[in-house]
């Protein structure tokens, strides 16, 4: 199995850009299949599939097969061919082939995505973006610290819940209750994570911290040899990929304007 | 060109909306996949304004330069960190819709807030986001009337979820006293004291 937690966030990230341009500028499904067949295997090998990770694949997968099913019925092609109907809809051959490629490159690009946020920790991803992306460590630490109030957001949930049971003891109808819940559970819990903020601003600035200060890290997420080398493959196997659709004939790139 | 002067304190309560509303906007995928399932593409113009509302809510309240695109900015890096299955391509498409917010209030010259510039910032992250898709997810190959269909619900959803829903949520906050050392929270005191 192939380990890529220990590489560095902005290479990995820097490999999803490239493979999310590329899946941009094809249209053709061979292409798109064999780089969704290729990120499946490297998600299999980087065993970056898990329940979680599915289950938060499934809204795109629903994104995709609509993207297919729009695609076969609405697209606009040249001397389609009926392959099918459902009621009004008429679907085109030419239209699911347009259709696979984009829902093959939504797919692509989801479970690439799924990838990289398994196999890399939120904090050394901000010291990478300090580092290297040169994120002002003002914002860096800013969200580090937001996502520590995260935890806190349950118990804040429960308290504000027990208050208004407390002050509003009448029960609503359960359609009243929903619509109006999240407003008055979000504003409360906003409000007390707004003022825990501008606390910790003041603490922060107490103790010297300014936003665009040089300083110096406990760690830090340096750039390696094994980090180019993994961009370079990625890049390297998208445009072997890419190189050996063209040379089949089946390469459709990024089409230009062509009128309505 | 004014310059991004922002505090500490700005950045800590735009990292705190960032966050929340990076989580929100993981909830909104849910939404979108039901409107999805139902309407096709169409579903995702309708729930798309969602996605818009942390740049309507904290340029509301900070009211500074650069605050709307780095607040879709914020909310999309911690929809990474906190696992969204669109990915990394939230990035771009953060900067994409936090460029068509900012430009509207750019125009006002960073100086009006009004309904109506919040529905307008909000109409202008439709723009820019519906360009965006129409190059990702291969619109061009969609009928005119279609395209133009999807467009008008896109900005529709921009207006109301993110320019009136942005508004509505600052207002909530500044209600509670919480925002009494921000431009929104001042105006309201001020409006509070005037006869």
Redesign the interface.
Known sequence: MLKINNLNPTAK?LS??IL?VAC?MI?DPQTMVMLFLTTVFFGVITRSFRK??IK?????L??AF??L???AA????NHPQIIGTLGPLNFSDK?LI?GL??CF??MT??I???I???NTD?ND??LSLIKQCRL?P??AY??L???R??PSIEADLTLIIAAHQIRNAKKQKWYAKNSSAW?RN???L?????????R???A??ARG???NMVRTYHKTIDWQKKDTIFVACAALIIILIISYSAYQGWLVGF?T??G? | MKKAN????D??????????FG?LYIGG??L??VA??VF??V??DMVYGIWFTASITAAYIIRKPGIAF?AEM?AA??E??L???????VI?GGAIQGIGCEAIFAASGWKKYSTPVLILAGMGASVTSFAYNY????Y?????M??AGMLSIRLISGAILAGVLGK??GD??A?????S?FPLGRERAVKSVQP
């Open positions: 990230l999803n850009l999310l941009v249209f979680k990770s938060a694949l499934l809204p795109l629903c994104f609509a993207i099913w729009m695609n609405f697209a606009k092609v239209g347009v490629s984009l490159r939504v690009i989801g690439s995505s799924i990289f946020t398994t939120p991803f901000i002002s003002g914002i800013g969200m610290t937001a996502f109030f995260l407003y979000a504003i409360p906003l409000a007390v994570n707004l003022r825990r903020a501008e910790v601003a003041i922060m600035e911290f300014e936003n089409k304007w062509q309505f | 922002w505090s500490l304190k950045i800590m309560v735009l990292c705190v909306l960032g966050v929340a989580a995928v849910s979108w996949a999805n399932a096709g593409p579903g995702l780095g914020l890096l911690s990474i960190l696992g969204t299955p669109a990915g990394v391509s771009l190059i990702a997810y291969g061009s190959k969609f009928a005119l279609m395209l509505v949520i909530g906050l209600a509670t006293g919480a925002l050392s």
